[in-house]
Structure formats: C-alpha cells, structure tokens
C-alpha cells in the first residue's frame, strides 16, 4: 500500500537539455524500493494549485547503504517543469514504492 512520505533532495544533474537526475534521501523508501517501482511525487507546493495530480517518476537506482534513490525524468509539461525547477534542499512530497512489476520475476 502506498505510503506518504515526505523525502530531501540532495542532489540535482542536468543530463542534457530537458532531462534531469534528481537524489533524494529517505530511508523510508531505499528500504522498500525495488526494480519497477515508481514514486508518485507532488509538484505543487500548495494544495490548490495547478497541476493537481501527482507525477509518476520510475526509480532509476537505489543506493541503500546510503538511504539515497535517484529518479531521472524529462520535462515534458507544466509539472515536470515544476519539478525541474526544485532545488538541492527541498522537500519532496511522495506516495512511494508503487508498483509490483519486476523484470526478473517475470515468466517467459
């Protein structure tokens, strides 16, 4: 069951033009984040302010010993743009650990 949490970026790397690699920490994910899970992360800063809905964001790589995830995403739209703009520091508000789906469980 998805779970709020609310997570700090630590780190923040334009790959190239659009596309952004964002760190956070938080225990409460790296601990139960795993290959195909994604993060549900709120944009906005406040409740009634477009965009509404949270933006689903894959987990590009878990480093538990360090409790740090890594996301990279595109900006596509006003929220991932709003995203982009988050800074080293920020909080981040998160449903986590979404998904079930692994590549190495799947049957052939």
Known sequence: MP???ISKIVG??????????????SKEISEFAKPGHFLEIKVS????????????????????????????????GKGTKMLMEKRVGDDLD?????G?????????
Request: hydrophobic fraction near 40%; glycine fraction near 2%.
């Open 94 to 98: 998160i449903l986590r650990t979404i």
């Open 45 to 76: 800063d406040e409740n009634y302010t477009e965009p509404f809905l949270r933006r689903p964001i894959s987990i590009y790589n878990i480093d538990k010993e360090n409790d740090v995830i890594e996301f990279i995403f595109q900006v596509k």
């Open 100 to 108: 079930k789906w692994n590549f190495f469980s799947r049957t052939l």
């Open 12 to 25: 923040k790397e334009k790959l190239i033009d659009g596309i952004y690699k964002f760190s956070m920490k």
């Open 3 to 5: 779970v709020q949490t």
